[in-house]
């Protein structure tokens, strides 16, 4: 399989860092008490924090924010998939555990400040492709309901469009059957690409820590755009 960046993106925005963290040989499961315990500590304490500094003054929401205005779209009525995370958290509408798979993807987006999706790769059909939406792109999302992404990034495979960091649809969604996934991090476009790198080293490693098998990783940059899993 191969991920890439569609090349208008290389060049109307050069400062757009995708990480990508290959998974194979997973077991996906109730999170260990561990993991739901780190999580409820670190929304409270999240909660605490943000009593001073509010969801759209926190550096990863800010800067990602801008980047969703400059690609064209409403941060306000289409909020990312961390702030709208932060924002439950503001409300002490804490997240609650699902499986490990996602259990982890939303303590790394809470932690980071970013959104970040993962998906089923047997679900996924050839090559994978991160674009910026039109008018006619869209999927049925986990929200329940289709979800237009014009203006919005997301990714798509040879069938149809599957994910966004805005929200993810059903079709690829990881489930305690899935073997191997791809995760896929909206980097904060300030990191260094060594920042980045050890962001993604970081995640994956304490995702195989609960998950067991094997991964990889790659940085989608305009100078690197291509990587072949």
Known sequence: MEVSLHPSLSTQHPELKIGIIHYTKIVVAESPQMIKGRMQLYQENLYLEMQETPVTERAGIAEWRKLWKKLGADPNRYRHAAESLMRRVGKQNYITPFHSGVDL?????????????????????????IALG????GYEGLNGRFNSLQNILYSRDEES???????????????????????????????????????LASAGRMFNQI?????????LTNVTPTTTL
């Open 161 to 199: 469009a599957f994910g966004s960091p805005f929200v993810d649809s059903k079709r690829t969604a990881v489930t305690e059957e899935t073997t191997e996934a791809l995760h896929i991090f909206y980097l904060r476009p300030s990191l260094s690409n060594e920042e980045a790198e050890k962001l």
């Open 134 to 137: 039109n008018e006619e792109t």
């Open 105 to 129: 993807n939303n303590f790394f987006s809470l932690q980071y400040e970013i959104p970040i999706g993962i998906y089923d790769v047997a679900h996924i059909k050839g090559n994978v492709e």
């Open 211 to 219: 998950h067991g098998g094997d991964y990889a990783t790659a940085l």
